[in-house]
Structure formats: structure tokens, C-alpha cells
């Protein structure tokens, strides 16, 4: 047991030392490795579409079933990737989109000219909801309170607004003659919708509030932009341009280009996704059968990931924890699954010590707790409990604070702690547990 003066004189060099507030490192790392090469079942007959659950248990993918405009959606659960009952006999899939809470698929069909609408808890279709004849519907996005889809239309240079409680369509917005629509992307705010024009090289941006045009950002002449993502901050939008083999940071904040980034030459990318912490884009690149991370603090390109040889990729997703990209492969009819990094991991190196400060009469029991961050991920705060249930909540600490001092203990009793780290998309680490034995 140690005397009030030295407890304090241990404590406060520790605290002056100001070792436990210094800034954490991230020793997370990309992996970038393909970690399994998927057939399907029934196998994958030209996948054109991959989405995944928001909750992050299912992929869904489009086939065709053969050169007909008919299709199949085969689902397969994360990360696991076992077949579950496929969804037969649809109109063939060209863009998906999952209401929020995950209650339904909606998906587009460009040859059929519909939006249906897929009950996830039985995989039925629900609803066909029919567009302009030769519309040719695109890309669709959801926005995110899920009470409307907005849909792209590559034919009749248009986006529909349909009100999902009803499926109706309420709003038409013409777009330039001859835009040639392929890709739609909602804010996370849910103002705008931003919509990339093949043939005219350019995006414009729909106001959402009354479905007007407030801006139209134009790209390099010929650039073909195939593919649109913004990042999770609502602050970017990435493209990718198919023609030009360059993908542009447009900022949001004035709709302005700030970067252009330079693919491989003949790269061809067909889509882009960014990862939910809003770190990484990855760009599929149809012509080199490749798929580029791109590092958006930077904008620079950190790994090219090497798919079959004529493979061609055609779409790209990454589940909501950030831990794997899925591919599809439209030639060689399969889905690569890519492992892009480990969800948080536990914080290391725990030590307590148990220590007392005699006020007068009144003697007051002390746990110093320390540890270190994980090893994988980056924590945004940490969780102290008391029992192994998670349910005793002793502080919540900001990432970087190393150490804790819990007061006021019972004398003689012995007390365990259980740290856990979050990271910024609320991932939560397992457990790392300590036992207060020894004196400080």
C-alpha cells in the first residue's frame, strides 16, 4: 500500500509526462488482396450489379440468363459467402438500391423500362413501377430518410422521382438533350441528387427540395464519366470517366473540380465506390481488369489490385463496415471478394494498479488503468465496463486518452475492467479484460 504523497507523485509525473494523451497512431493497413473468387448459384452468367445489405449480411448480384433481356439476382451472405435461393425470372437488373432500413431492394431494368421493388424478407417482388417508354433507367439511388427513389433515364435525358410509400411517380426532371445519363448519387444530407452524363461530360446537380437543376459541372471534353460516388463527410463527389481514364474530385461546396486523378491508360472504369469511414475510393477498371485504391486525403492512387485476365469488372461494392470490396466480373462470371482491412481490434498492452488518497478522514480507493490502441483500426473513443456483459459503463474516452482513474472502490474487493475501442463507424472491438492485483 503507498502513502498519499507518493501516489500523487506517481500520478502527477504520469500525467505531466503527458504520455497518455499523445495523439494515436493507426497502425491499421490496407491488405488489398483478393480472398475469394466466387461462381455463383446458379452460377453468375454476365453479372452486370452487386449491391449489399445495409446491415451488411447479404450481397445480391444481377445475371442475365442468357443474350434475352431476363435475368436472375443469386444472394449470398457476407463474409461467409454461402448461396442462399436465388431470385428467378426478372427483368434484368441494371442498378440496385436498398431502402435504408433494408426492407426492400429496388432495382431498375433498362431494357423493360421499370423500377421494381423486392421485399427482402421473402425476396418477392412487390411492386413494378412502369417508366416513359424508351426511357432506359440507368442508375437509381434512395435518399436517406427512404421516402423517395430518384431515377436516372439514359433515353429520355430524365430523372423520376418516385415516392416509395406508394411507389408513385411524382416529379419528372429533364436534363440536357442527349445526356446519356449513367450514374446517381443522393448526399448524405438528402438535398441534392447528383447525376453524371456520359455523352455531354457533364453533372448536374438537382436540388432536391423542389427538383430543380442549381448546377451543372462540366468535365474534360470527352471524358465519359460511367460512375459517380460522394464520400460519407457529404463533401465530395468522385468520378470516374471512361473515355478519359482519370477520376475528378468535384467539392460540393461550390461544385467546383478540385483534383483530377490519372488512371492507367485503357483503364475503361466502370465503378466507383468509397469506403464508409471515407478514407479510400476504389475505381473497377474494365480494360485493365483491375481495380485502383485511392487514398482521398491525397488523391492519390496507393494499390492497383490485378483481377483475371479478361476479367472485366463491371461493378463494385463495399460492405458497411469497410472490411471487405466485392467485384463483379462481367466475362469471366464471377465476384471477386477483396479484403480491404479488419474491423477494430482490441486495445493491447492492459495494466491497472490499485492506489489510495487519505483526505482527513476519508481515504479514497483508486484504479489507475493504462493501455494502448489497437493494433488494427482507428478508434474514436473507448469504453470502460466493469463485467464482462458490456452493461456496467464506468467512462466513455475520447481516442486519445490512454488511461483512467476510477475513484471512490471499495476496499478488498477485487475489481476486473473490460476496455473496448469504437471506431468512426461505430465498429465495436471485442474486449480486452485486466484485474486490479497489484498497487501503483
Not at 432536391?208 to 463533401?235: M, R
Not at 461544385?255 to 465506390?273: C, G, M, R, Y
Not at 471477386?336 to 477494430?344: A, S
Not at 486495445?347 to 491497472?352: F, K
Request: aromatic letters at 10%.
Amino acid at each position: 500500500m503507498i502513502s498519499r504523497n507518493s501516489f500523487y507523485q506517481f500520478f502527477l509525473a504520469f500525467i505531466s509526462a503527458g504520455w497518455w494523451q499523445q495523439p494515436l497512431q493507426s497502425m491499421s493497413s490496407l491488405s488489398n488482396t483478393i480472398t475469394a473468387t466466387l461462381t455463383g448459384q446458379p452460377p453468375f452468367y454476365q453479372p452486370t450489379v452487386i449491391a449489399i445489405t445495409p446491415n451488411g449480411d447479404y450481397a445480391y448480384v444481377a445475371n442475365h440468363y442468357s443474350e434475352d433481356t431476363t435475368g436472375f439476382i443469386d444472394i449470398f451472405n457476407v463474409p461467409a459467402n454461402t448461396y442462399i435461393s436465388p431470385i428467378t425470372n426478372v427483368n434484368l437488373p441494371s442498378s440496385f438500391a436498398f431502402t435504408p432500413d433494408g426492407t426492400y431492394l429496388y432495382f431498375t431494368s433498362f431494357e423493360h423500362n421499370t423500377v421494381n421493388a423486392i421485399q427482402l424478407s421473402d425476396n418477392t417482388i412487390t411492386a413494378t413501377i412502369n417508366l416513359a417508354l424508351g426511357a432506359r433507367p440507368s442508375s437509381l439511388a434512395i435518399t436517406t430518410n427512404g421516402e423517395y427513389a430518384y431515377v436516372a433515364n439514359s433515353n429520355t435525358n430524365t430523372v423520376n422521382a418516385i415516392q416509395l410509400s406508394d411507389n408513385t411517380i411524382t416529379a419528372t426532371i429533364d436534363l440536357a438533350l442527349g445526356a446519356g445519363h449513367s450514374s446517381l448519387a443522393i448526399t448524405p444530407n438528402g438535398e441534392y441528387a447528383y447525376v453524371a452524363n456520359f455523352n455531354t461530360n457533364t453533372v448536374n446537380a438537382i436540388q432536391l427540395s423542389d427538383n430543380t437543376i442549381t448546377a451543372t459541372i462540366d468535365l474534360a471534353l470527352g471524358a465519359g464519366p460511367s460512375s459517380l460516388a460522394i464520400t460519407p463527410n457529404g463533401e465530395y463527389a468522385y468520378v470516374a470517366n471512361f473515355n478519359t481514364n482519370t477520376v475528378n474530385a468535384i467539392q460540393l461546396s461550390d461544385n467546383t473540380i478540385t483534383a483530377t486523378i490519372d488512371l492507367e491508360s485503357l483503364a475503361f472504369s466502370n465503378s466507383i465506390a468509397i469506403t464508409p469511414n471515407g478514407e479510400y475510393a476504389y475505381v473497377a477498371n474494365e480494360g485493365t481488369n483491375t481495380v485502383n485504391v485511392i487514398q482521398l486525403s491525397d488523391n492519390t492512387i496507393t494499390a492497383t489490385i490485378n483481377l483475371a485476365l479478361g476479367a472485366d469488372p463491371f461493378s463494385l461494392a463495399i460492405t458497411p463496415n469497410g472490411e471487405y470490396a466485392y467485384v463483379a466480373n462481367f466475362s469471366n462470371n464471377t465476384v471477386n471478394q477483396i479484403f480491404i482491412e479488419e474491423p477494430i481490434t482490441a486495445p493491447e498492452q492492459l495494466t491497472v494498479c490499485k492506489g489510495k488518497n487519505v483526505f482527513l478522514n476519508q481515504t479514497d480507493y483508486i484504479n489507475v488503468i493504462y493501455w494502448q490502441a489497437p493494433t488494427t483500426g482507428t478508434p474514436v473513443t473507448y469504453k470502460i465496463y466493469r463485467d464482462a456483459a458490456l452493461t456496467q459503463l464506468v467512462a466513455t474516452l475520447s481516442a486519445t486518452t490512454l488511461s483512467y482513474a476510477d475513484h471512490n472502490r471499495i476496499p478488498g474487493f477485487t475489481y476486473t475492467y473490460y476496455i473496448v475501442a469504437i471506431d468512426g463507424l461505430g465498429n465495436v472491438s471485442s474486449s480486452a479484460a485486466v484485474t486490479a492485483l497489484v498497487a501503483c
